[in-house]
Every structure is written in C-alpha cells, then in structure tokens.
C-alpha cells in the first residue's frame, strides 16, 4: 500500500493538538492573569465550569513547572509564577500532556514513525514540515499575545 490510508489504518490512537486538559489550562491561566489575588482550584472550577479534580491536576502540573505558584492557606490559591510574556503556549502544553503537542501521528524522524513506513509515506515529509511551523508557531505564542 502506499499513502497515508495504509498508515492511518496502523496507527492506534490519534492525539489532538488541543486537548480538553490544553484548554483547560489556557482558560485558567487567562482568568489568573486578570485576577487580583490567589484563586483555589474550587473557585477556578466554578467560574469555568470545569470538573474540580481535573481541574486541580492541570494547575499542579503548571505549578510544579513554574508557571504558577500555590500558596496554601485560607487565602491560598494559585496565581502567575511569570510574567504572561515569559510564558509560552508551547511550555503550557507540553506541561499538561506530558509530551510536546503534535497534530498528526507523524514522527520528527523517520526512523520514529509509528507504521514503519515513513519511508514510503507520500505526505510524510509535509506534515513533518508542517508540524515543525506549528511547533515554532506555539513557542512564539505567549499568555501575553493571547491576553491581548
């Protein structure tokens, strides 16, 4: 077979390049930058209608990652941890889905694809070429820019 049908039917799970969790924790970073003070997971949850203890996992990751900061208390919350310039849409979503984000099944090298066919793949190094853009494209991409 030649082609990309022949790899799609290979390929067991297929990873959006925003997922729910990506979402998630772009919305929360949003409401945080604008917020004037530490915000807990249940207050977050509800303004974004968001389930709770997912919720509370995207924010420990990007805390324990230096993009928030928890402070713990009565008054605790989450807040920032850098400026929303410093922080990139790349960085944040590599943090919550423990890998880089991708857009196709496609790996960086041919050697990594996941049917043992990149070599034969027509489209393989476009979407290759492609994701790189996208890869560039995220890491440029701030919580400023998106505030704006």
């Given at each position: 077979m030649f082609g990309y049908n022949h790899i799609k039917k290979e390929?067991?799970?297929i990873n959006m390049l925003i997922t729910r969790a990506s979402e998630y924790a772009i919305l929360s970073l949003i409401v945080?930058?604008?917020?004037s003070s530490p915000m807990d997971s249940e207050t977050l949850s509800r303004e974004l209608s968001i389930?709770?203890?997912?919720?509370?996992k995207i924010l420990q990751s990007l805390a324990?990652?230096?993009?928030?900061?928890s402070y713990k208390g009565v008054n605790g919350g989450f807040v920032l941890d850098k400026e929303?310039?410093?922080i990139s849409m790349l960085d944040v979503m590599s943090i919550v889905e423990g890998k880089?984000?991708?857009?196709?099944?496609?790996?960086?090298?041919?050697?990594?694809?996941?049917s043992d066919r990149a070599g034969f793949c027509?489209?393989?190094p476009f979407l290759n070429k492609l994701?790189?853009?996208i890869d560039s494209f995220l890491a440029e991409l701030s919580l400023a820019d998106i505030l704006e």
């Open positions: 390929v067991k799970s945080l930058s604008k917020a389930p709770k203890s997912f919720l509370a324990k990652n230096n993009i928030l900061k929303p310039a410093d880089a984000p991708i857009v196709f099944e496609c790996a960086p090298s041919i050697e990594d694809c996941p027509s489209i393989w994701q790189g853009k």
